[in-house]
């Protein structure tokens, strides 16, 4: 492993732990090359996935000069454009309303190009998760979006990608959920906590443990659900987290779910 292979791992690891403003500092205290820029461009998504910051963009672009065309670029672009479609002026929109249906139909063409131009079992799967969440969140499909789970956790399997296998479980217990299954939901939802915890994944954990909190209700016990919420509300708040302590809040209030 080589310096720069150490230095991109380390910043990957702070971005994991909600530290992007350090993951970015250590990546531009180096002469920008394909490896870093590309790294900075994750770090930034990530940034703006969580906070609600801006920075993806313009790193994208950069890493796109240095780079040139990459798989891995392309997906980050696809992440971006599957985010900022999701977000309006008062939150998360979910569904198809209100977005361009050419903008939503090409998005999803893209995802499923990518799904085919990888022989990497992991790259795969990841292009599947995204045709599932953009099936889900976006075209509001959910008999369509289970399958691309289920194939995104076939490949996190086969790969050894924890982070893939915790988002895949996330959402399959989301539709566990929906169909009253609250025991496989409480499986799946306490594996994916257990692997976003073994991937040092700050966010990732502390939003699983809000599904946590949200069974919990479900199965009556509210005081654990809201010592639960109260410290995922502490924690997120703490590290500048607006959706997740919004979504906090709103369930300490009685929503019914995060």
């Known amino acids: 492993m080589t310096y720069v292979d150490e230095i991109v791992s380390s910043a990957l690891a702070l971005s994991y732990a909600a530290r992007w403003d350090q993951a970015l500092r250590l990546l531009d205290a180096f002469p920008a090359d394909a490896r870093t820029a590309a790294a900075a461009a994750e770090v930034a998504a990530e940034c703006d996935w969580h906070t609600g910051s801006a920075l993806g963009l313009a790193r994208l672009e950069t890493a796109d000069r240095i780079c040139g065309p990459t798989w891995d670029l392309a997906f980050l672009r696809l992440k971006h454009d599957y985010m900022t479609a999701l977000r309006g002026p008062d939150g998360y929109r979910f569904g198809p309303d209100g977005k361009d249906p050419q903008v939503l139909t090409e998005m999803r063409a893209r995802c499923g190009r990518l799904a085919t131009e990888t022989t990497s079992l992991v790259r795969q799967g990841w292009a599947h998760m995204y045709l599932g969440l953009i099936a889900d969140n976006h075209f509001a499909q959910r008999d369509v979006s289970p399958r691309h789970y289920e194939l995104a956790l076939r490949a996190a399997t086969g790969g050894g990608d924890d982070l893939l296998a915790r988002e895949a479980l996330r959402h399959l217990g989301d539709h566990d959920r929906n169909r009253g299954d609250l025991t496989s939901a409480g499986q799946r939802w306490e594996l994916a906590t257990t692997l976003g915890a073994r991937s040092g994944l700050v966010c990732g ?19 654990g659900a809201d010592r639960l919420a109260g410290e995922i509300a502490r924690w997120a708040r703490a590290l500048g987290l607006p959706r997740l302590t919004q979504q906090a809040d709103s369930f300490l209030a009685g929503a019914r779910a995060a």
């Open 205 to 223: 954990t502390l939003a699983q443990q809000m599904l946590l909190a949200v069974l919990a209700r479900d199965l009556g016990d509210d005081s």
